[in-house]
């Protein structure tokens, strides 16, 4: 009985550190991927500027308005009203700067220009 206890005992204590291990592990991923995104210094220049809405509308008019319309509600690409609601700014720079989503295309604007863009679609 005292051998079974024993095993038990082993056994609990391996559970324990596995998910003491699966827990930190995850921990730290979380937290790595934050500092990933809140140390990106293009994005961080983007957000310490002040953006035009109107130099923004034309930004958009050139690079955008083809797939997203010029009312930003559908034409290839997803509608975009209200999306400074359902994005974040960070999320949003990501999502222009990396055309990770196809058929969008990789668009690489200068930091004012991102600034701009944000502000008319901060907007909409």
Known sequence: MDNQLAQSQVWLNRL?????????IGGFSILGIYWRKTSDPYSSAVLSLSGDVQKGLA????????????????????RLEN???????????TQVTSGRTPPMP???PSQQEMADLLSYLSQL
């Open 16 to 24: 324990i550190i596995i998910a003491l291990t699966i827990i930190f």
């Open 59 to 78: 930004i958009f008019q050139i690079n955008c308005a083809g797939c997203h319309s010029l009312q930003a509600n559908r034409n290839v690409g997803p």
């Open 83 to 93: 999306i400074s609601k359902r994005k974040s700014s960070r999320d949003l720079i």
């Open 106 to 108: 990789k668009f690489q």
